[in-house]
């Protein structure tokens, strides 16, 4: 059996994508430091004559519901994964019980007391805690204690089978030469064009190609759904918002814009009463009456003398700079605007806005009438939204909910949980429409809140079930998909003459493209197929280019490999390189003993 074991795990490159499956205690807080433990219910699997019940797989799928790994809409996928894991878990228990591996009392003792789910705030077990959460969780010290002695095994041998594996010295070396290799070669893409024959289908290899792909011409569980919708936006652009409010709106966002601002500033208590002061303010009041211009009369009079020579301007001013007296007086004013006579610590000032940053109002209208006419329709939206929600939940149609609030009732066609368009699309509209209450009962949806301005109840009026179609109903694609077939294998043929020709020395006119100095690392946009076949070619000996093809899903492309060159030494990367190399060939060691005991094991589906 070891040497079984060890030829699955010895091709590890080939499992990149698998993984290590370790035993982990951390998936659903403190329930998952144990797994079922007893239990009871129909036998559905019996994995060397022990049984796996109904009840335990029910656990573990609400176990990753709850937790919200997986959607409740995923529940059928889920159940037949979860399935697997528990005869996988169930395959390594008995292996490692049959392999003698053995924790003792006092390890688990240690190993508890060390969980921090048991320790209190100052990191010490808790016995009151352990009770605690064990009982809530429905387990009793000793199953929690035989369920985590079961773990550990599992885990212990992971883990020893893993680190039971190495590389040498010399095959990081290599392995690290090869990483940091560049080659250059030029490479060029056959097409159809490049085909003498026209491809024939004929009645037979559709129907080949229809049964070996059945799988390809399925259609999914489908639903035909009634809905309707509350549109905020739809409601607030049936409202007419009148010229003048808009431009008072257009004002009222004026009010707190930065602003460009002059003053006239006066001081007193010196040469002057603020009497005095007052009074020159007054006489320079009635000068801007009678037509003086501000800028002028700042010159003239104001005591700044810096902003004076400006006329009085002050430049652009937001709030929280100036004083709570000169800052209420100017964005009280309108552009064009003077003020009344305003004190502040420096003196007595004149102010005028000169300036307002907000953009024009044609510019801004649009915006401004959407703006009000959502403010007017909030109302009215409120409570049609109200409506909708109690007599969705009382009516047994949609279409008198529709009718009593005034909707339109939308029909869709067939659609899938992955197939929607438009707002049906949008996140948890399907999820809805597939859950029991909808799909089974017959009820109206809950309401859905698509977005802060829609509001959707669904209801279904026609399911059907997921069914592989019949072959007229899809020939369009089963011949697509025999003449892509076809076409594949004609190139490929294609690609073996045309290496072959260029191996003789044949002279062909080929338009190649350039790849220069390419590392495994950078493809230079080049497809993942052609860098790999180009990797796979041996060194060109002299000056003789080595010639190949790669496959690159529909496409074939001659390759042919000029140069080999060793590429720079990059110790981190190659360090990086080593440890995943490593990884990789524990994570291939781990699958394949699981895969050696899924083919030895007598798993019998109840």
């Not at 097409?191 to 037979?204: K, R, Y």
């Not at 000056?543 to 390759?559: F, K, Q, S």
Request: avoid cysteine.
């Amino acid at each position: 059996m070891l040497q079984s074991i060890r030829d699955r795990s010895r091709s590890w490159g080939a499992k990149i994508i698998i993984g290590a499956v370790v035993v982990t205690m951390a998936l659903f807080g403190v329930e998952s430091l144990v797994g079922l433990f007893g239990g009871g219910g129909d036998d559905i699997v019996k994995v060397n004559g022990e049984p796996i019940t109904r009840h335990q797989l029910e656990l573990e799928v609400q176990r990753a519901i709850r937790s919200g790994q997986v959607p409740p809409e995923q529940e059928r996928a889920l159940r037949n994964q979860m399935l697997d894991q528990l005869i996988m878990d169930r395959l390594l228990t008995q292996y490692a019980e049959e392999g003698g591996l053995h924790l003792s009392e006092e390890q688990l003792d240690q190993l508890i007391v060390t969980l921090p789910e048991f320790q209190d705030q100052d990191g010490r077990f808790s016995s009151e805690l352990f009770r605690n959460r064990l009982a809530s969780a429905g387990y009793t010290p000793l199953s929690f204690r035989e369920e985590l002695r079961v773990d550990m095994k599992r885990q212990q041998l992971q883990q020893g089978l893993a680190f039971s594996d190495f590389t040498l010295p010399a095959e990081q070396e290599r392995l690290g030469a090869l990483q940091r290799q560049t080659r250059s070669f030029r490479y060029h893409t056959l097409s159809a064009a490049d085909l003498d024959d026209e491809l024939e289908v004929s009645e037979e290899a559709m129907q080949r190609h229809y049964e070996a792909n059945v799988e390809n011409y399925q259609r999914p569980e489908q639903v035909r759904l009634e809905y309707v919708i509350i549109d905020r936006q739809q409601m607030a652009d049936e409202i007419e918002i009148e010229e003048q409010a808009l431009r008072e709106l257009w004002r009222e966002r004026g009010r707190d814009a930065d602003r460009r601002v002059s003053h006239i500033m006066l001081t007193f208590n010196g040469e002057r009463s603020r009497e005095e002061a007052v009074a020159e303010l007054e006489a320079v009041r009635e000068r801007l009456a009678e037509g003086e211009a501000f800028a002028d009369l700042a010159a003239e009079v104001s005591d700044d003398t810096v902003s004076a020579e400006q006329g009085g301007d002050l430049g652009v001013i937001s709030r929280g700079f100036f004083g709570e007296a000169f800052e209420d007086a100017a964005f009280a004013l309108d552009e064009g605007q003077v003020s009344d006579i305003v004190e502040t610590d420096n003196g007595l000032h004149l102010l005028k806005v000169t300036a307002l940053e907000r953009p024009p109002f044609e510019q801004v209208r649009d915006d401004l009438r959407r703006e009000a006419a959502l403010s007017r329709v909030a109302g009215e939206f409120n409570e049609r939204v109200q409506r909708l929600i109690d007599e969705s939940f009382a009516a047994d149609d949609l279409q008198s909910v529709a009718d009593d609030i005034g909707l339109e009732l939308h029909e869709s066609d067939w659609v899938s949980r992955d197939g929607a368009e438009g707002v049906l699309a949008e996140p948890g509209v399907m999820a809805e429409a597939f859950t029991a209450d909808v799909l089974e009962e017959g009820y109206n949806s809950e309401v859905i809140e698509l977005d802060e301005d829609r509001r959707l109840v669904l209801r279904v009026a026609d399911h059907r079930e997921a069914t592989v179609l019949d072959l007229d109903e899809v020939r369009d694609r089963v011949r697509a998909g025999v003449e892509s077939q076809l076409r594949r294998e004609a190139l490929i043929e294609l690609a073996a003459e045309r290496v072959e020709q260029l191996r003789a020395g044949e002279a062909n006119e080929i338009a190649w493209q350039q790849a220069e100095g390419v590392s495994r690392q950078d493809a230079d946009g080049l497809p993942e197929a052609v860098l790999q076949a180009a990797f796979r070619l041996p060194a060109p000996e002299g000056d003789e280019p080595v010639y190949g093809h790669a496959v690159a899903g529909d496409r074939v492309v001659l390759i042919a490999l000029d140069r080999v060159e060793p590429g720079e030494v990059d110790s981190e990367t190659e360090l990086f390189v080593a440890r995943m190399a490593e990884r990789l060939r524990a994570q291939a060691a781990i699958q394949g003993l699981l895969d050696d005991l899924r083919d030895q094991a007598d798993i019998e589906r109840l």
